[in-house]
């Protein structure tokens, strides 16, 4: 079946240095979606890509689809306490309306 | 509160009891999801509703399982006969779209989580 891996599983950083997880599906995406989770929380949804080589910006956060639909990336510059949480990745596949969630990157930001 | 809702928040049962709980989507969205997360994974897709219709249903999912959403607003998962393996919280999702437009933005509820000893 279809498997989304997202790597690293954990990030550490100092407050105000960047950070970018990956994320590699084993298909073809139609689209890709990002979610952040904070601790005790449930997702909450980011953005959504559907073109390939799309790249969205939102502040401090980028968001790029690969060229073959099947790796994305987000990004964040000069990284907050605010932005602790974990960082999820979910493909959809053509013609199915099921998500298939990467196991996320879990970011730390150190003060 | 318009956001997705569901009852009950915390649930614990012994093995081999059922369970059910409910999801109340927001009021609009027609479309209506179930999934599964445990500690250090992402969520699980566990079935998908649109309107009243179960239209995809995980191929993992054991038969033990089951969904409803007999009016199109409101849908209960139930799981008869639970295992321990069971335990995790059970995330809700709804969003809005029609058509052929597969993907929009899920928004999930608190969840339920589901302890069984």
């Excluded at chain 1, 306490?81 to 930001?109: H, M, N």
């Excluded at chain 2, 109340?24 to 599964?36: A, F, K, Q, T």
């Excluded at chain 2, 033990?64 to 998962?77: C, H, I, Q, V």
């Excluded at chain 2, 139930?78 to 779209?97: K, N, P, V």
Aim: contains cysteine; aromatic residues 10%.
């Amino acid at each position: 079946g279809q498997q989304v891996m997202q790597i690293p599983q954990y990030q550490h950083v100092q407050e105000g240095e960047d950070f970018t997880t990956y994320c590699n599906s084993s298909t073809t995406l139609s689209n890709i979606q990002w979610y952040k989770q904070r601790p005790g929380g449930h997702p909450v949804f980011l953005i959504q890509l559907v073109k390939s080589g799309e790249v969205k910006k939102q502040k401090r956060l980028t968001f790029q689809f690969g060229e073959a639909k099947k790796n994305s990336s987000l990004h964040i510059t000069a990284t907050q306490t605010t932005d602790v949480g974990t960082y999820f990745c979910a493909g959809l596949r053509a013609g199915s309306y099921q998500l298939t969630f990467g196991k996320g990157t879990k970011l730390s930001v150190i003060p | 509160d318009t956001g997705v809702s569901q009852n009950p928040r915390h649930k614990i049962t012994k093995r081999g009891q059922n369970v059910t709980f409910r999801c109340d989507p927001i009021s609009e969205h027609n479309r209506l999801y179930w999934y599964r997360q445990t500690l250090g994974q992402g969520p699980e897709f566990l079935t998908y509703f649109q309107n009243e219709a179960q239209l995809e249903k995980s191929r993992l999912l054991s038969d033990r399982f089951s969904a409803e959403r007999p009016k199109g607003s409101f849908s209960t998962l139930e799981i008869q006969r639970t295992e321990q393996g069971d335990s995790a919280m059970y995330l809700c999702a709804s969003s809005a779209g029609g058509g052929t437009d597969w993907g929009n933005e899920q928004f999930f509820g608190p969840g339920t989580r589901l302890t069984v000893l």
